[in-house]
């Protein structure tokens, strides 16, 4: 898990994944959204697994 406190967090992870040697999934989250940290995660871990659902179905 990694805190981005930014205002244009995609763009940071745009350039992590074009300078890192390994691919990765991602679910972001914005604080505002959730009471209490755990359901920061579980947002977190739904989005990741519905990104790479998608990245899986593009490479088809």
């Not at 898990?1 to 074009?18: A, T």
């Not at 691919?23 to 972001?28: A, E, T, V």
């Not at 359901?39 to 739904?46: G, L, R, S, T, W």
Request: hydrophobic share 30%; with cysteine.
């Amino acid at each position: 898990m990694i805190y981005i406190d930014s205002p244009e967090p995609e763009y940071l992870i745009q350039r992590i994944q074009k300078n890192a040697n390994a691919s990765f999934s991602y679910g972001l989250v914005d604080f505002k959204e959730c009471q209490k940290l755990n359901e920061v995660i579980q947002k977190a871990d739904m989005r990741m697994y519905e990104n790479k659902r998608k990245v899986k179905g593009t490479k088809n």
